[in-house]
């Protein structure tokens, strides 16, 4: 089977960084996936790593280490737009399917 | 638009009755999948299509069965509805074996 976990909840400051961190635990892993979802909304694609290191994308930042079974999401400039839900999906094998973490829910405040 | 879209957006019904989702995506994407979020915003895979084959079918009740017309339609039926049924449903898309996936907008499910 599988376990993902990632803290329920965390706030941070507009303009800060804050780091979403992910474990995981699975045999034939496939690749990482971040999630954003605002409240009501669809979850929409950031992110995907399948091999080690950090992949950039504007001020979102997603790093994975295989052998430790972590990722992490890094957000940079906070935004109060970026409050939402983040989820953490590990793919296992050669397939599409994805097994999605509980999900972190972000508060940007002043 | 280049989408994947869902109907009804809301749902509203009395257990007991059988209801239909459908979802529909016009990316040209040859995987097609229904997600299942409860109230604890926990999203769990239900089904997976690939070009109108079922690829994927965790432990769901068989009241709930869905239908590939052809590969850009994944529709859900749900029979003998149960107050646990309750969540929002998203269907998603993706390109075969390609990493992302592309989520409808939900549809909201409330039986009553």
């Known amino acids: 089977g599988q376990n993902i976990d990632q803290p329920t909840e965390m706030t941070a400051t507009e303009g800060a960084i804050v780091q979403i961190n992910c474990t995981y635990q699975?045999?034939?892993?496939?690749?990482l996936f971040w999630y954003q979802q605002h409240a009501g909304e669809a979850p929409t694609f950031l992110s995907y790593n399948v091999l080690d290191g950090l992949e950039e994308k504007g001020r979102f930042s997603s790093f994975l280490s295989r052998s430790k079974g972590y990722s992490y999401l890094l957000l940079k400039e906070l935004q109060m737009k970026d409050s939402a839900s983040y989820l953490c999906?590990?793919?296992?094998?050669?397939?599409?399917?994805?097994?999605f973490g509980t999900g972190t829910q972000l508060k940007v405040e002043l | 638009d280049t989408a994947v879209s869902q109907t009804p957006k809301y749902l509203v019904t009395q257990m007991g009755n059988d209801k239909s989702i459908k979802c529909e995506q016009n990316l040209g994407h040859d995987t097609m999948y229904w997600y299942k979020q409860d109230s604890k915003k926990f999203l769990k895979i239900m089904f997976s299509?690939?070009?109108?084959?079922?690829?994927i079918n965790e432990t769901v009740p068989n009241r709930f069965s869905p239908k590939s017309p052809d590969k850009a339609h994944l529709n859900l039926h749900i029979n003998s509805l149960e107050l646990g049924d309750s969540a929002v449903y998203f269907c998603?898309?993706?390109?075969?074996?390609?990493?992302?996936?592309?989520f409808g907008p939900g549809t909201r499910l409330l039986v009553l």
């Open positions: 299509y690939n070009n109108k084959e079922l690829i």
């Open positions: 998603a898309s993706g390109p075969g074996l390609k990493e992302t996936q592309y």
């Open positions: 999906a590990v793919k296992r094998g050669g397939g599409n399917k994805l097994t």
């Open positions: 699975t045999s034939g892993f496939n690749g």
